[in-house]
Nanobody, 125 residues
Framework: QVQLVESGGGLVQAGGSLRLSCAASGRSFSTYTMGWFRQAPGKEREFVAAIAWSGGITNYADSVKGRFGISRDNAKNMMYLQMNSLKPEDTAVYYC??????????????????WGQGTQVTVSS
């Protein structure tokens, strides 16, 4: 089982960029499908992006397609979310998620897997 720690959040103006990182400790990171979710105040947690354990296959929420990019470095036990062209509606706490050997189709499920503690992203208008 892995433990997850997010970093890289902060305050940015609309149109700016941030890069979130998720550091995983423990064994067999490469067997986890990894994802990012976010939760804004007063809203349900929602899926943002995922990358398959087998590598290469990614999935994005429609709201972030073309603006966000997910990647992973299995040698470093790291996952990243590059966020460009940020909008005020991207403001949320962003959570790292890990699902063991999950197909990419299961990555959007916000009820399964392991979670980090979250990192705050605030986009000002």
């Amino acid at each position: 089982q892995v433990q997850l720690v997010e970093s890289g959040g902060g305050l940015v103006q609309a149109g700016g960029s941030l890069r979130l990182s998720c550091a995983a400790s423990g064994r067999s990171f490469s067997t986890y499908t990894m994802g990012w979710f976010r939760q804004a105040p007063g809203k349900e947690r929602e899926f943002v992006a995922a990358i398959a354990w087998s590598g290469g296959i990614t999935n994005y929420a429609d709201s972030v397609k073309g603006r966000f990019g997910i990647s992973r470095d299995n040698a470093k036990n790291m996952m990243y979310l590059q966020m460009n062209s940020l909008k005020p509606e991207d403001t949320a706490v962003y959570y790292c998620n890990a699902k063991l050997l999950a197909p990419i189709q299961a990555a959007t499920n916000g009820l399964l897997g392991l979670w980090g503690q979250g990192t705050q992203v605030t986009v000002s208008s």
